[in-house]
């Protein structure tokens, strides 16, 4: 064998080596993955639903020291994108944030590209299974076991998240006091069901996948249906898809979150 050759061979098997443990890798990352892209600080979880389905779902739990004892914590459900990930999960876990406003982290997984939040004429395959009846229970589970305040719910998502969001808020109104949808889409025929229910959306004025007319015709219909708390609606000039990253660093945002209450809301 010549010199060249031989370096060739060489090359070769150590181009081999390096796809094997890039694959290795990658697979070990994927394992190793928390529902919601969640970070360390969250536990993994999975619960079967009374339809035999399991959600996977991440959790954080404030630490006695950041809550207030002789208060019930809110809980803020957080439903991540296509991509699976969510940046809601990782900055209401922060230090800072949960020294200001302690809360439970609810991020559950939606990764399978068979499966979806909620049942939609739009979004991700039609046909695709939606996890709500699961979501809904291991919700509930949180919330008993937690000693959640059931008057301080609330949810948000980005993306296949923020039709989701809009997707809970209509089909289940009563279970949150308040919602931000992000770069999200619904029906405008479901305005009035999300009567009672705080939101403020928010959208990217140049978003390629998800048209900022979805949250325009939103919150039109909501102002004609008259639904109460009035919508609150942010669009971000000159921003694209990933609108959350602008969305959830505003503070104001979370100072009007937790202040929301469901008796308060339904006023």
């Given amino acids: 064998m010549t010199n060249g050759a031989s370096k060739m061979k060489h090359c070769l098997q150590l181009l081999v080596i390096a796809s094997a443990l890039t694959a290795t890798c990658a697979a070990q990352e994927a394992m190793a993955r928390r529902p919601g892209g969640a970070n360390a600080s969250f536990a993994v979880r999975e619960f079967k639903g009374s339809n035999g389905h399991m959600l996977s779902y991440s959790l954080f739990v404030p630490t006695p020291a950041e809550s207030d004892k002789s208060q019930k914590p809110p809980l803020v459900l957080c439903l991540h994108g296509a991509g699976g990930n969510t940046a809601a999960a990782n900055i209401l876990a922060g230090a800072e944030m949960q020294k200001k406003h302690p809360c439970v982290v609810m991020a559950p997984a939606c990764d399978n590209r068979e499966t979806r939040w909620v049942e939609a004429p739009f979004g991700r395959g039609r046909n695709a299974r ?19 305040d059931p008057n301080r719910i609330y949810v948000t998502g980005q993306s296949m998240g923020g039709i989701g969001t809009w997707g809970l808020i209509a089909k289940h109104p009563e279970r949150f006091a308040a919602a931000v949808p992000v770069c999200g889409i619904w029906s405008p025929e479901d305005a009035a069901k999300m009567n009672g229910v705080a939101i403020w959306a928010f959208h990217g004025d140049m978003d390629p996948t998800v048209p900022v007319t979805g949250s325009r015709i939103m919150i039109e219909a909501l102002k004609k249906a008259d639904v109460k708390p009035e919508a609150k609606y942010t669009e971000l000039a000159g921003v694209g898809h990933g609108s959350w990253g602008p969305a959830y660093a505003k503070p104001e945002l979370w100072e009007w979150l937790f202040a929301q209450r469901k008796a308060a809301a339904a006023n």
Avoid at 130 to 148: G, Q, R, T, Y
């Fill in 130 to 148: 939606a996890v709500l009846p699961e979501l809904l229970e291991a919700l509930d589970s949180v919330v008993k076991e937690k000693s959640v």
